[in-house]
């Protein structure tokens, strides 16, 4: 018996490699496809491996009647409909760990180039000016950095913060404390971190709970002078409420990597703002991060397919 594996994203070539040698197995990649090929070519696969580009919906699974398994070269399976592939039988897995260390880099480079105004400067030397005194940071030595969701990036990133003298307080109701006392950071209530951190870095999922978690209500509840770090999901944000306290100075600035909507529209409120930078979904894009989510990727989907073997499912697939 062969499987045909659909690879409809741009996911490392190493991925691919790895599947055109598993017997049993053949594969088609031919890099980010457009959504009504994809429509088109589902029906034949009886695995896919996607990243953020792909939306594997309702529609999408309804056509994909031999699907067995979709692979998340990545984390956040945000972009796939569990209950639906839960429903149809298809296991969706993900390659949590892959991306862990480039995430929190990019993280952590936001968070300097917000407090050194780092692009605005490049920006304004390009344009011919030299605006020295118009872009006085502020140091992070000393200042408490707050952090919602203190998982694998959330830890990677406290230690880096420690690193440069920063104070690390969290938010994360499913950690068990000892995990956050073994790396020096005081878990603590939402309403604690708002009012406490200099910066506030997102690294939560997007549920019911947490969708528009920075809003009005909760801004209000941090300090003056917040600076505001995303590289986690834009839904976690009300943009047009951090716009507006940006604005008034309440929050000093953003740094943002995600959006609700990706790429975001150009009358964005929170693109083009003087306080706010923004990055494209860069954070899990090294190429050290992408070789790894792929081989992880096709490791699973070869293991499942071949060998019966399911890791990191994501969504509850009753087996009939
Ligand atoms: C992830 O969820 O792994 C990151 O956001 C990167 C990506 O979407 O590819």
């Known amino acids: 018996m062969t499987f045909h594996v659909l690879v409809p994203d741009n996911v490392n070539q190493k991925a691919i490699d ?9 594969v088609t990649a031919p890099g980010k496809m457009e959504r009504s090929d994809l429509l088109d070519a589902i ?44 429903q149809k039988g298809i296991f969706v897995m993900n390659t949590p760990g892959g991306n862990t260390i480039s995430t929190a880099e990019h993280t952590f480079g936001l968070m300097i180039a917000l407090s050194r105004y780092i692009l605005q400067g490049h920006q304004s030397l390009v344009e011919g000016r030299w605006d020295r005194k118009k872009y006085v940071g502020v140091e992070l ?11 694998r990036i959330g830890q990677a990133i406290a230690t880096r913060a420690q690193a440069f003298d920063m104070t690390v307080i969290a938010y994360d ?11 020096n950071v005081e878990l603590m209530p939402l309403d604690d971190v708002y009012a ?5 870095s997102l690294h939560a999922m997007v549920t019911d709970e947490t969708r528009n978690m920075i809003n009005q209500e909760s801004i209000a509840k941090m300090k003056d002078g917040v600076r505001i770090i995303n590289a986690a999901r834009g839904a976690l944000i009300h943009s047009a409420d951090l716009a507006e306290a940006i ?18 529209p150009a009358d964005h409120p929170l693109v083009g703002l003087e306080n706010v930078i923004d990055t494209p979904h860069l954070a899990a894009s090294t190429t050290d991060a992408q070789i790894t989510v792929a081989i992880e990727a096709a490791e699973l989907i070869v293991d499942f397919l071949i060998h019966n073997k399911a890791a990191n499912v994501c969504n509850p697939v009753v087996l009939e």
Do not use: C, F, H, M
């Open 18 to 26: 790895i599947l055109k040698n598993a017997d049993g197995i053949t």
């Open 247 to 264: 604005k008034s100075g309440k929050v000093a600035g953003a740094a943002l990597d995600v959006y609700e909507v990706e790429p975001p």
């Open 173 to 183: 109701p499913y950690l068990p404390p000892e995990v956050a006392e073994s790396i």
């Open 141 to 151: 030595k000393g200042k408490i950095l707050g952090i919602i969701g203190l998982g």
């Open 196 to 200: 406490q951190a200099d910066y506030i």
């Open 43 to 86: 029906g034949d696969a009886d695995a896919i491996i996607i990243r953020s580009g792909v939306t594997a919906d309702a529609e999408l699974l309804e056509k994909a009647t031999k699907l067995k398994a979709i692979a998340r070269a990545g984390v956040g399976v945000d972009n796939v409909d569990l209950d639906v592939a839960a």
